[in-house]
C-alpha cells in the first residue's frame, strides 16, 4: 500500500497529507463546537442502533459507542500530523492530543451551555491521539527519509 507513496514527489505527498490535516481540523472543530450536543447525541444512537441490528452484544451501551467514537475522533489528528513532522516522538504527539482535548473540553465548559464536557472525553481523545502516532509508524518506515 505504502510503495505507491514512496514514487510520489515528497513535496506533492507533504501537501496532501497537510490539506487532509486541514479538512479533518475543520471538522473536528465543527463537530466540537457545535452548540448543541444533539447532532453527536444522534449520531451515537444511530451507531448505536445499527450495532443492535447486526447482532452486536446488548452490552456495548450508547456510552461505549460514545466512548469509542471519541478514540476514533482523534486518530486522524495524531496519523496525519506525525507523518507531516516525523521527527516528534510518540509521546510528544499523545500530549498533543490530551492538550488539544482538554482545551476543547474547557471551551465547551466555558462557552457552549448545550454541551457537556467531561475527563472520559479526555481519556479517550488521548487514546484516539496515541492510536493515530502508532498506526503512523510502519509507514514512517515506508517513506523516504526525505519525502517529509
Known amino acids: 500500500m505504502t510503495e505507491g507513496l514512496t514514487s510520489v514527489s515528497p513535496t506533492l505527498l507533504r ?4 490539506a487532509t490535516l486541514v479538512g479533518y481540523l475543520l ?11 444533539a447532532a453527536p447525541a444522534s449520531g451515537v444512537r444511530w451507531v448505536h442502533a445499527r450495532l443492535m441490528e447486526v447482532g452486536v452484544s446488548d452490552a456495548f451501551t450508547p456510552s461505549m459507542v460514545q466512548f469509542v467514537s471519541n478514540i476514533v475522533l482523534f486518530v486522524p489528528l495524531t496519523f496525519l500530523a506525525s507523518l507531516l513532522w516525523q521527527r516528534r516522538s510518540w509521546l510528544v504527539w499523545t500530549l498533543v ?3 488539544g482535548s482538554l482545551f476543547i473540553e474547557i471551551t465547551q465548559m466555558l462557552l457552549l451551555s448545550g454541551r457537556s464536557p ?3 472525553d479526555v481519556v479517550a ?3 484516539g491521539a496515541l492510536v493515530g502516532v502508532l498506526l503512523a509508524r510502519p509507514i514512517h518506515s515506508r517513506l523516504r527519509p526525505t519525502a517529509l
Open 118 to 120: 467531561t475527563v472520559r
Open 15 to 18: 501537501r496532501l497529507i497537510a
Open 27 to 37: 471538522a473536528l472543530a465543527l463537530t466540537v463546537f457545535w452548540p448543541s450536543s
Open 125 to 127: 481523545n488521548t487514546l
Open 97 to 99: 492530543g490530551f492538550a
